[in-house]
Nanobody
């Protein structure tokens, strides 16, 4: 009964910003790692950013300095602040909640579109 509720996607112009949110619900669910992945049409899903419960982060090189991932462990919510967006950032963004010794979960995906 774990669910990931995503929000914040939309259409913006190049150079603009968006903030994605993903709340993981479920009794006793305490994901070790939460993160964001994205998939553009015809391309493979790729890691954007991840964050551990302790706050350690990992970013893809193409978003370093532009995106910031954070999480609220009490609310089991992960955020992705996206600044200086580029057209190549256009993709469906998926939230992921990972239990190292258990099942991991995916959100339904939220569309981010960046125009020229």
């Amino acid at each position: 009964q774990v669910q990931l509720m995503e929000s914040g996607g939309g259409l913006v112009q190049a150079g603009g910003s968006l903030t994605l949110s993903c709340a993981a619900s479920g009794m006793g669910f305490r994901p070790d790692v939460m993160g964001w992945y994205r998939q553009a049409p015809g391309k493979q899903r790729e890691l954007v950013a991840r964050i551990t419960r302790g706050g350690n982060t990992n970013y893809a090189e193409f978003v370093k300095g532009r995106f910031t991932i954070s999480r609220d462990n009490v609310k089991n919510t992960v955020y992705l602040q996206m600044n200086s967006l580029k057209p190549e950032d256009t993709a469906v963004y998926y939230c992921n909640a990972d239990q190292v010794f258990g099942t991991d979960y995916w959100g339904q995906g939220t569309q981010v579109t960046v125009s020229e």
